[in-house]
Nanobody, 128 residues
Framework: QVQLVESGGGLVQDGGSLRLSCAAS????????MGWFRQAPGKEREFVAA????????YYADSAKGRFTISSDAAKNTVYLQMNSLKSEDTAVYYC?????????????????????WGQGTQVTVSS
């Protein structure tokens, strides 16, 4: 049974930083891709960043480029999302997700329905 557990959310001031963690278990994840998504109240879930375990290839939403960094620690089966220069519009519940396969098309990377496994989410609140 695949389990994804996020942590690291919290309250931070505008311009601050947070690092989210996603601990994965229940599989060998070398053939998986991992994604971070977020959902603000009243809005659809949106893509933030993704990476592929096999070669650490990464992909970012335009809103995340230059401010967020996705990385991993294979020994810990953990994926991170370092978020810098946070803005009030980054306030949302952040979810970690996993999907099997090496496909790296824009649609596959950014579409929530392409991901099979999801964590419970962690709240990030940025105060202005």
């Amino acid at each position: 049974q695949v389990q994804l557990v996020e942590s690291g959310g919290g309250l931070v001031q505008d311009g601050g930083s947070l690092r989210l963690s996603c601990a994965a278990s229940g599989r060998t994840f070398s053939r998986y891709a991992m994604g971070w998504f977020r959902q603000a109240p009243g809005k659809e879930r949106e893509f933030v960043a993704a990476m592929r375990w096999s070669d650490s290839r990464t992909y970012y939403a335009d809103s995340a480029k230059g401010r967020f960094t996705i990385s991993s620690d294979a020994a810990k089966n953990t994926v991170y999302l370092q978020m810098n220069s946070l803005k009030s519009e980054d306030t949302a519940v952040y979810y970690c997700a996993a999907r099997y396969g090496s496909s790296w098309s824009g649609y596959t990377i950014t579409t929530p329905d392409e991901y099979v496994y999801w964590g419970q989410g962690t709240q990030v609140t940025v105060s202005s």
